[in-house]
């Protein structure tokens, strides 16, 4: 999409004009291109309370939304001199989850891509990791309290004629802080293609983890040294 940066710039400025901003004298204004061609536009907003106040971007955010969604191409944010004004931190961030890394925000001597303006940004891409359909499965909500008790035990199995990997979570003899809980398996781990992955399911439910590999031999793969009787440390293939 062709960005035709100084109509942007004009309704950055626009928007500047109608800013609110009687404690700092410092109106912004923001002009944001979406991928459908319209332009939002927002302007800085303050409050006697001053924490409370509102940057620009969080009124082209608001629009951006109460206009029809979509995403941002290109943004343009200006100072009260209708100069090029760099988006701060947190604006950063609201900026990159509605145009993501690719989104460029006009600067000098050119314009610069989210992905430099917030590099290693975390996003919605990172709750997907962890809520998504390929997510480590979650502790549930029932056994939450034995999070970081008990040992997994990781181990090979076969599913349709292929070696997959799986787990199962245990409250186990010599596991620190179990006392006289009763001993027996907590959760049973689903089947995972690679025993990092079962790995990564145990982690998330305690430090201890021990891999069984095909041979029925032990490997610790949990945290710290591994406990008596288990003299190998499990390396990932």
């Known amino acids: 999409m062709e960005i035709d940066w100084p109509a942007l710039r004009a309704a950055a400025i626009e928007a500047m004009r109608h800013a609110y901003a009687p404690y700092s004298d410092f109106p912004v204004g923001v002009a944001g291109l979406v991928d459908d061609g319209r332009v939002v536009v927002g302007c800085n907003v303050e409050n006697a ?27 343009a944010c ?47 891409d990172d709750i997907e990791k962890v809520t998504g359909p390929s997510a480590v499965p979650a502790v549930p909500a029932q056994l939450a309290k034995w999070r970081g008790r008990g ?33 027996g398996i907590l959760e049973e781990g689903p089947n995972f293609p690679t025993a990092s992955a079962a790995v990564t399911w145990g982690l998330t439910r305690t430090p201890r983890v021990v891999v069984v590999d095909t041979e029925g031999s032990l490997s610790w793969a949990g945290e710290g040294e591994p406990p008596e009787g288990i003299g190998t440390r499990w390396e990932q293939a």
């Open 49 to 75: 309370s001053y924490g409370v106040g509102l940057c620009a971007e969080c009124g082209l955010v608001s629009s951006l939304h109460a206009t029809g969604g979509g995403r941002l191409v290109a943004v």
């Open 78 to 124: 200006v100072d009260a001199n209708g100069l090029p004004l760099m988006p701060c931190g947190r604006c950063r961030q609201l900026l990159y989850e509605h145009g993501g890394a690719e989104c460029l925000v006009e600067a000098l001597p050119r314009p610069l891509k989210m992905s430099e303006l917030l590099p290693n940004a975390f996003g919605p």
């Open 151 to 183: 040992t997994v035990f990781v181990h090979p199995d076969l599913s349709g004629g292929e070696q997959v990997w799986t787990g199962y979570w245990e409250r186990s003899a010599g596991s620190p802080g179990e006392g006289d809980a009763e001993k």
